[in-house]
């Protein structure tokens, strides 16, 4: 598949502005350790309704990082076109700068956040999704091994294992177990290399493990587009329950 931003982008702008009631998206903030921690989150019209809803919490990439939120420039454009869509409450917490998710504050920050939404929305326990780009890639392994049986379902794109040393993906395979998950990354990705997916799809693979893999031939590291652009991806997320 041709990795063709403008023709994802002007899939998604079209889409999310074919009418129906809009979402908006909100600021909260957390304290831990005395530290304040700002964080976004998607909210679907059916909020308004205290309709029970599923919860997607997305870790960002590595360039997102920073404090006070993230959702700005291009990376936020498609997101926020891309939301508009989803019949969820999407968590998008933002990682510190010069520190990864699995830092053991970001690790606790993330939780926190998640059980704060939890406890200000309706949300459907049997419905709670993990999904994240690059850095955030690494993240959702970090987080589904840490926490197994917490989410329904996970979604890597471009991302690879958070282990440093050793056996870098049968720990992780492991402890993730039978999660439903969908991998994504592009065949000439010169940030994270390929085979980090591939191992990490192999070792789930090996222990029975219920993964699909998308592999995109000529497409890099903004395999991210090609992942968004998946119409099967949202749907298969959202049927899936704990």
């Known amino acids: 598949m041709r990795n063709d931003f403008s023709k994802l982008f002007s899939g998604f702008l079209s889409s999310s502005l074919s009418g129906g009631k809009q979402g908006e998206i909100v600021s909260r903030d957390i304290f831990l350790d005395g530290e304040?921690?700002?964080?976004?989150?998607?909210?679907?019209?059916?909020v308004k309704q205290n309709a029970r809803l599923p919860l997607i919490v997305f870790l960002h990439g590595i360039r997102e990082r920073g404090a006070g939120g993230y959702i700005s420039g291009m990376f936020g454009t498609v997101i926020k076109q891309y939301l508009k869509q989803m019949p969820a409450v999407v968590l998008?917490?933002?990682?510190r700068p010069d520190v990864y998710w699995t830092n053991a504050k970001m690790d606790a920050m993330v939780m926190r956040q998640i059980e704060t939404i939890e406890g200000e929305f309706s949300i459907d326990e049997k419905q709670k999704y993990l999904m994240g780009v690059s850095m955030g890639g690494y993240?959702?392994?970090h987080f589904a091994s840490n926490y197994p049986n917490a989410f329904a379902a996970?979604?890597?794109i471009c991302g690879g294992s958070p282990l440093k040393s050793g056996d870098r993906f049968a720990p992780v395979a492991e402890r993730i177990g039978k999660a439903p998950s969908w991998v994504f990354h592009g065949a000439e990705d010169?940030?994270?290399?390929?085979?980090e997916s591939r191992n990490m799809v192999a070792a789930i693979r090996e222990r029975g493990g219920n993964v699909n893999y998308s592999e995109y031939e000529n497409v890099g590291h903004n395999v991210w587009l090609n992942a968004l652009g998946e119409p099967e991806l949202m749907p298969w997320l959202l049927s899936q329950k704990l």
């Not at 304040?36 to 059916?46: G, S, T």
């Open 36 to 46: 304040d921690f700002v964080y976004q989150a998607y909210l679907p019209a059916q």
């Open 92 to 95: 998008l917490p933002q990682c």
């Open 139 to 141: 993240g959702v392994w």
């Open 154 to 156: 996970l979604v890597s």
């Open 190 to 195: 010169n940030i994270v290399q390929v085979s």
